[in-house]
């Protein structure tokens, strides 16, 4: 984790995996299976079939973002592709003494949203911040986004 190899002040998971010491996220769903929608594992597989990546994506990633965004996004999938981080474990033994904080898209269909935030109450100690948006709301909220981490930001 950047934490522990990089001076940082604040961590801010937006819409993501927290990282169990030590643990993939394989082996984090297969302890707590709240952590995925059904549906998106469901749809996992369909991912890498080049005829079906478009509609996953759609449905699960950008589902709320406008038409001329949701065509650049799509530009992004490779960027999305995290089958090597699912099998990985996290490469740190205890968690950072940093400050963190949790950003919970309420409408992810990939996370679910009450996982996210419980792991934010549980394991970072503090309320999520919500934000009405979908999986990637760096991509179909960027200014609430920008305001939130200017937020957390400020001492």
Not at 1 to 18: E, G, I, Y
Not at 27 to 48: C, K, L, T, V, Y
Not at 108 to 120: E, F, H, K
Not at 124 to 135: N, S, Y
Request: glycine letters at 4%; a negative charge.
């Amino acid at each position: 984790m950047v934490a522990n190899t990089t001076a940082c002040k604040q961590l801010v998971f937006l819409a993501a995996v927290v990282p169990a010491p030590g643990r993939s996220v394989r082996e984090q769903f297969a302890a707590d299976p709240s952590m995925f929608h059904p549906e998106w594992i469901a749809a996992g597989p369909r991912a890498f079939d080049e005829t079906q990546l478009r509609i996953v994506s759609e449905q699960f990633l950008f589902h709320d973002c406008d038409a001329e965004t949701l065509e650049w996004a799509l530009t992004t999938n490779e960027l999305c592709d995290t089958r090597h981080l699912i099998v990985e474990p996290s490469p740190f033994e205890r968690w950072p003494s940093v400050p963190s904080a949790y950003v919970v898209a309420t409408g992810d269909r990939t996370l679910t949203p009450a996982w996210g935030r419980r792991i934010s109450r549980d394991v970072l100690g503090q309320d999520a911040i919500e934000v009405d948006a979908g999986h990637c709301p760096h991509v179909s909220r960027p200014g609430e986004i920008a305001a939130i981490l200017d937020d957390l930001a400020r001492p």
